[in-house]
């Protein structure tokens, strides 16, 4: 055997050589959470090493990316202690920088759209004026869709007020899994209106739970069915007076793009009270949308015997213009 491998010596040589060539040329790197360091072989016009001692080279690193795609910077033997000092710092000010990018794409809404409307009854408007504003806002996050309703509403009669109102509505929808999802409700709602020559000032609570199914009929159309249970509370502030209840609810939610720009997006609430009766609320838009961020629109508003005491009966119509941010 002895004999057989000095017969073969040269060729057996030769082939450690280029194994171990091989494995020199591959880079040695030193890996940290901020800071990234090879030692790299140079190579000839064949791909060899040319014999010449080992490159530096560092990059700065954010943590959990991987070193091989890092951007790397040649450096003298001499500065290794300035320039990695330097790049770890830079490293950790990446870290820092993509961290508060996350936390804002987090909290930043996908979608926020002002409308501002001028409304009419049907009825004689001499010495009334009126003006409604609306912002919403909306977040998507893996199974969670969240969105946030603000109206503020002002009126004015014969230079005397007749309503000025604040609304704030909250809805969190949580995938459960296929067509299912949990909704969960809150509004809070602050109105000073003025009925039969008496001013009224009241608080509006409301929080509901339920569960809902969803059927996406295209990209852009779908609709929601939802089952819920709601608290209510009122409270009289002038009067120092409260009323509270509860009360299980039917939710409709149907959206819609129609050809030509046209937009559909419809809203009915039902309600079963205590005493048997039923109260409804429903709104319902169409909009055309007239470029990339603005819209105009056609919406009508009805309630009857809503747990709201202003809101309870309504029928109103108003054109608004939407703006997209």
């Known amino acids: 055997m002895l004999a057989a491998m000095s017969k073969y010596r040269t060729p057996l040589l030769s082939l450690l050589l ?41 990059a700065p690193r954010q943590p959990g990316a991987p070193c091989a795609d890092a951007d790397y910077r040649r450096v003298d033997a001499a500065e290794v202690a300035s320039v990695s000092a330097e790049l770890r710092a830079k490293g950790e000010a990446q870290a820092r920088s993509s961290s508060t990018d996350a936390a804002r794409r987090r909290w930043s809404p996908d979608r926020l759209q002002l409308d501002a409307s001028v409304n009419w009854e049907g009825e004689n408007r001499n010495g009334k004026d009126e003006a409604e504003l609306r912002g919403s806002a909306e977040w998507k996050r893996g199974r969670d869709e969240v ?80 089952m819920s249970w709601h608290l209510f509370d009122v409270r ?54 007239a470029g990339r961020t603005t819209a105009v629109g056609l919406r009508h508003e009805y309630s009857r015997d809503a747990a709201t005491l202003q809101q309870s009966d309504k029928n109103e119509t108003s054109l608004f213009l939407r703006y997209r941010f």
């Open 18 to 58: 280029v194994a171990s060539a091989s494995l020199a040329a591959s880079p040695s790197r030193v890996e940290e959470p901020h800071l990234c360091l090879e030692a790299r072989l140079g190579s000839d016009a064949e791909g060899r090493w040319d014999g010449q001692p080992p490159s530096l080279w560092i």
């Open 236 to 289: 009289l502030l002038d009067y120092d007076r409260a009323a509270n209840t509860n009360a299980p609810s039917l939710t409709l939610t149907n959206t819609f793009k129609l050809p030509a720009r046209w937009r559909l997006n419809q809203w009915v609430h039902w309600f079963w009270w205590e005493d048997g009766s039923t109260g409804l609320e429903s709104e319902t838009e169409l909009l055309l949308e």
């Open 147 to 226: 969105s946030a309703h603000l109206r503020a509403e002002y009126e004015r009669s014969k230079d005397a007020l007749k309503q000025n109102e604040q609304n704030l509505r909250l809805l969190w929808y949580r995938g459960l899994g296929g067509p299912w999802y949990r909704s969960t409700e809150a509004q809070l709602e602050r109105n000073q209106f003025k009925e039969q020559g008496q001013l009224f000032d009241y608080l509006f609570a409301q929080v509901g739970l339920g569960l809902g199914y969803r059927k996406e009929w295209s990209e852009d159309a779908e609709t929601r069915l939802a």
